[in-house]
């Protein structure tokens, strides 16, 4: 198999290509690594419920293919994390090999449990503040002038996620915290070019956090520059924005208006202004499932500098899975001066279980029609005892 097509072989394949084999395919994340890289700009993004996939803007060739595609251009396929042999492209420019057949949560070079020391920053933090703590310092120590990441609009009473720029720890605060339903905080680049900023933190979930890497392997140019660190966030899946009508509210008498916090820690938790706390089973939520998550692969954000999530024994505590030379030097900074605690992740059981379990059940939503590498190794689900297979969860 191929690992680096586009560094070996002539790269022609464009929109065409594209919209044929990721967007009409099921493959497509809705991440906009296409949207941001489409020189032309004619590769449209509508951040709304039942959208969250890109289209075309030209249609003098219909919507599947691209005059500028035609006369050469190949951006949005060097952009696209789902396009081709991405999991080992991205691999091999990051690590320099392809992950081992078990190596289910991808590659990496250390799994901490961490937390920010700030009380503030700890405290706005979805898990261990983790994530807003690496933000502050990296601005703090003049590596970054901003991150694209995840606001709510308005007063935040709308639960509606919407990519944006945080530009100080205050804004980085003001983004603290897990949304559920999408954000393709990649869009954020249009703000940062336009306030002239190149020096950029991106935080997304996993098939946002391919994005950098595919990018400079298939050298789509300058827009993959201003990735200067890349955090990923572990992910099994996003919600549609009408869960909030049609499940929390209809079924449960939940406002969102009412609501505070959420988490998922084996059930949907909501807690609400009133100072009341609700589980919902998460198998009543599939149904919201969004559509560009059904096939997604990657529960650990597997090409992030550093991933992080909320499956360890401790809410309190940010699961980090150090991947790159690059987090590496950060997190040994962050806790050499106290910005973070860190412990071993290995210490957490549960935490080591699920990061596997998690990641290998992602990666069985795979297509046999894509590319094979993501499932290399993924072994097969196991059997009930009645000798049926369990159901996807
Ligand atoms: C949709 C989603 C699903 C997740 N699923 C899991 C899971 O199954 N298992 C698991 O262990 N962890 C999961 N996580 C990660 C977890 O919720 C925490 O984000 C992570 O542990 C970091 O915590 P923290 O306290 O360090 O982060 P914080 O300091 O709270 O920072 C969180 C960062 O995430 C950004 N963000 C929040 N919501 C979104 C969104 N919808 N889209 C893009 N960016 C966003 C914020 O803007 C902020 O920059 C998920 C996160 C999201 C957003
Ligand atoms: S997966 Fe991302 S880059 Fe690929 S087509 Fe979809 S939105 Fe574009
Ligand atoms: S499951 Fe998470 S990482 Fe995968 S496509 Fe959905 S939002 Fe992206």
Known sequence: MSTTAAATSRWTHQWKELHEEVISSGLCTGCAG??????????GYTHEEGHYKPFHLEDDLGPANCGHGEKGCTSCTRACPRFRSWEP???MHLFGRTRNDDEMFGQYRSLLLCRATDPEVHEKGQDGGFVGAMLIWLMKHDYIDAALTSFL????????????LARTPAEVLASSGSRYT????????????????QRLALVGMSCQSSVPPIMWTRKAGK?????????????????????????FLAKYGLRKEEM????????????????????IDLKECHQWTREGCKTCPDFAAEHADISTGGIGEDNAWTLCVVRTPLGEEVMNRMIADGSVEARPAETDATAM????LLSTVSRRRWPATAHPAPVVGVPPPKKKADGTAPAAH
């Not at 609009?153 to 919407?162: L, M, P, T």
């Not at 505070?260 to 589980?279: A, L, P, R």
């Not at 279980?353 to 596997?356: A, G, N, V």
Request: aromatic share 10%; net charge negative; glycine share 8%.
């Open 153 to 164: 609009e308005g007063d935040g009473s709308s639960w509606k996620a919407r990519p944006g």
């Open 182 to 197: 999408y954000s393709a905080n990649t869009l954020a680049m249009k703000e940062a070019a336009e306030a002239g900023l």
């Open 223 to 247: 827009v993959g520059k201003p990735f200067l660190f890349n955090i990923g966030l572990l992910c099994s899946k996003t919600f549609d924005d009408a869960i909030f009508e049609e499940l």
């Open 34 to 43: 296409c949207v941001v890289a489409c020189p032309h700009e004619v590769i």
């Open 89 to 91: 492209d991205a691999d």
């Open 353 to 356: 279980r699920l990061l596997k």
């Open 260 to 279: 505070v916090k959420m988490n998922i820690k084996g059930v949907f938790q909501i807690w609400m202004k009133d100072g009341s706390y609700h589980e």
